[in-house]
Every structure is written in C-alpha cells, then in structure tokens.
C-alpha cells in the first residue's frame, strides 16, 4: 500500500514536471518567436526604401605635371587610362616645342563611375615616375534640378501630345482639325527640345573630360641677366637682318603663291580687257573719215593773178614771189579738218 502510494506521487511529481517543462519551453518559443517577429519588423523598416534622389554632376579636371619624356609618359597614360576604362576617347594630342622638348596636351573623355579612379592615379604618377604635380583643377557642377525639370517637362508634354492627338481623331470640323495639328506640332517641337537637352545632360553627366597637360622640368639653369651698357652685337644684329629677310621673302613666296592661285581669273579678265581696247581704238580709227570736197572750183574761180605796176620811181623793187595759180588753188582745196569731228583718244 505504501509502495502503491509513494509510487503515484512519484508519477504526480514526474508529471508536473513535465508539464512545467513544457510550459517553459512553449514560453521560451513564444519569446524566441516574438524576439525574431520584432526583429524582422526591425529589418523591414531599416530596409524600407526611401526618397533619396539621384545627383547629377558635370565634372571636368585639369592636370599639369612635368616630365622628363613627354612622349613616353604621353603613351604610359593614355594606354593606362584606355586600358582602366574601356569606353574612354581620346579627342587628340596637341604638341608644342618647348626648347627640344615638347609641351603635350592630352584630352580625354571618361565615365564617371571610372572618373575617380583615373583622378587618383594621376595625382599619384608623377611621384612614382620621378616627376612633379605642377596644379590640378577640378570643376564640379550639379545639374540634379535641371535635369529632374527637364524630365518632368517632358512627361507632360508627352502627355498633351496624347491628349491632343486623341482630340484629333474626334475633330469633326476642318478648323477644329487645323487648330489641334498646329497646337500638335508646338508640342511636338516642344518634346524634340526637351528629349535633346536631356540627352546633352545624359551625357555630360555619363562622361567627364580630363585634359593632362605635360611639360619638360625647367631647371632654371637659364637664368636672364641685366642688359649692359654696350648691348650692341655685331652677330644678334646679322642673324635679326636675316630672319627678317627670311620673313620678307616668305611674304613674296606667299604673295606669288596667291597670284598664281587666283591666275585663272585674273588672266583671262585682263585678256578680255585689252581686247575690248583694241578694238575700239580700230573702231575710232575706221569712222575718221576726213570731208573732201567733191566739185572743186576751178583755178581760174580759185584766184586770179593781178598784174603788178611798173614801180614809177627809179629804185629797184623787191622781187615779188609769183605764185601759181593751181598750186594755189590745190592749197585751197586741202581739206578743212573740223575738230569736233575728230576722233576723241
């Protein structure tokens, strides 16, 4: 009986505890279940999308440094720096002789999302290649609002166009027609400009130049002196009277060079002149005719010699020079020139 009795508690005891066992762990599950609902909640909210607009940055960066070969040093950048970004351009090399070296200018056109990475090697190459960082500019412009308002322009003026297009298909009358197709194409014209402003933004904040400018060190070996006193040279003198004869015949080799360029207009114009003088100088020349007369009168008509009288004193007279009568008559009927019909020169 005893043994029936101490066994039955045993049982009540054995199963309270497990009821209380089971009640803790239904109480630790809902507390573990809470614990990752709250913290779940938790990783929603600080997942949570929130309003963070886009910036949109036009930047541009100058860089000048020195080196020793600027030649090389131009190949070593632009092979790393189309190499780094596989979409970069090159708009050229510009060269300029700076004693016997030359001063190159590089320009480059690279994407932003590799525009950081390019800015921190060059500011890093000339150090490492026993150069020196002279400057570096960089430009920044934030273009974010004007391109939120271009966007916005543009969707609705895409949304007039429907609308006014869906007026045109039920316009009944040819003035309603008329009035929609010109309101149409302000609005298209409108979205042509709008869509090409946004794209020149698309691009300028897609792509940044870089211009590096590279020049040869300048050891100020060279340093200038006070003129002296005498500054006369025989030599400098020579050498300046010849670089500006030089020059001078380089004017004339360039003015020969024109002349013979502009020969095929000039040559055939003065040809054409001298032939229209020639032939009104031959014109003038045949409508000179001199006036004849047609019937002269005869001799006798012409003049008459009178007698000259026996001189009543004894002194002996002059001879007086008899003159014939159709010499004279062929002297008077020379031809009388007028002088308003000659031929003006």
Not at 95 to 110: A, E, K
Request: with cysteine; charged share 15%.
């Amino acid at each position: 009986m005893l043994t029936i009795f101490l066994v039955g508690c045993g049982g009540a005891s054995t199963s309270g505890g497990t009821a209380s066992s089971n009640t803790g762990s239904t109480a630790s599950y809902n507390t573990s279940k809470q614990a990752s609902s709250s913290n779940a909640s938790g990783s929603s909210t600080s997942n949570a999308p929130t309003n963070y607009t886009p910036q949109y940055l036009i930047k541009q960066l100058n860089v000048t440094m020195e080196a020793k070969d600027t030649n090389s040093t131009a190949n070593d950048l632009q092979n790393w720096i189309t190499s780094t970004d596989t979409r970069a351009s090159s708009s050229g090399m510009q060269y300029q002789l700076n004693g016997d070296t030359y001063t190159i200018t590089i320009t480059f056109s690279v994407q932003a999302s590799d525009y950081t990475q390019i800015q921190r090697y060059l500011v890093d190459y000339p150090a490492k290649h026993n150069g020196r960082l002279l400057s570096l500019n960089e430009s920044v412009q934030n273009a974010t609002n004007d391109y939120i308002d271009t966007q916005s322009r543009l969707k609705n003026l895409r949304v007039e166009q429907q609308r006014l297009q869906d007026l045109m298909k039920n316009a009944q009358s040819m003035s309603d027609v008329l009035s929609i197709n010109s309101q149409l194409s302000d609005v298209e014209g409108q979205i042509e400009q709008a869509e090409g402003h946004l794209n020149a933004l698309s691009d300028q904040t897609t792509f940044y130049p870089i211009s590096i400018t590279l020049q040869p060190p300048g050891d100020g070996s060279a340093t200038p002196t006070a003129p002296s006193g005498n500054s006369w040279n025989a030599g400098q003198i020579a050498h300046d009277a010849f670089q500006a004869s030089l020059h001078f015949f380089q004017f004339l080799v360039s003015i020969l060079i024109w002349l013979l360029a502009f020969s095929i207009y000039i040559i055939p114009t003065l040809i054409l002149i001298w032939l229209y003088r020639r032939w009104r100088r031959g014109r003038q020349v045949t409508n000179y005719r001199p006036q004849r007369l047609s019937t002269p009168p005869p001799a006798a008509t012409l003049h008459t010699q009178q007698p000259v009288p026996e001189a009543v004193h004894p002194k002996e007279e002059e001879p007086v020079a008899h003159v014939d009568a159709g010499e004279q008559a062929e002297e008077e009927a020379q031809p009388v020139v007028n002088e308003e019909e000659l031929p003006i020169s």
